[in-house]
């Protein structure tokens, strides 16, 4: 019985890990899914999770990406963005998260700030760019950039919600 709190405990910390590196565009709640995956594949007692609580935490995984995608695109196709910008801003947004994750020297919060503070920047120079690529007038570039910067916040948002939910559904699931 030791070993289950223990194997809780530690599938409880690294949950929590993981919900943090949504915010690096990392696939944390993925990494959630696998690590209950194996949680619950190991261990062999009769409470718990089990095999139908990682169907409901992949399904919320799976929600979690196609808010993120969608949002992130939606506002910038709104203003009439180019494929081309799109694929530029979430691109840049994610090389934006991750060096900006490194960029303010303060451990975890830095880390974070910088993180979300880049991925916005990447998205608004991602669709700028790819807007001016095409020839766009500059009203229009800031018109996008900005659309992509605000779509990308909010998918980071939604993606970020559903992994504190996956985290408080898991950790529920292990007391049941």
Same mark, same amino acid.
């Given at each position: ?16 890990? *993981? ?153 529920? *699931?292990?007391?049941?």
């Amino acid at each position: 019985m030791i070993w289950y709190w223990i194997a809780a405990g530690t599938l409880i910390f690294l949950n929590g890990l *993981c919900v943090t590196a949504n915010l690096l565009a990392l696939p944390g709640n993925w990494a959630m899914v696998i690590g209950l995956s194996i949680f619950v594949a190991v261990m062999p007692f009769e409470h718990g999770p089990g095999w139908g609580a990682v169907g409901v935490i992949a399904i919320m995984a799976v929600a979690g990406e196609i808010l993120e995608t969608v949002t992130g695109s939606a506002r910038a196709a709104k203003k009439g963005a180019s494929r081309r910008a799109m694929l530029l801003s979430f691109s840049l947004s994610i090389a934006g998260s991750v060096g900006g994750a490194f960029l303010i020297p303060i451990p975890v919060i830095g880390s974070a700030i910088g993180a979300v503070g880049g991925a916005a920047g990447g998205a608004f120079v991602g669709a700028w760019l790819g807007e001016a690529w095409i020839g766009s007038d500059n009203r229009k570039r800031n018109e996008v950039g900005a659309a992509a910067m605000t779509g990308r916040m909010m998918g980071m948002l939604a993606k970020l919600s559903i992994g504190v939910a996956i985290f408080v559904y898991t950790t529920i *699931c292990l007391w049941v």
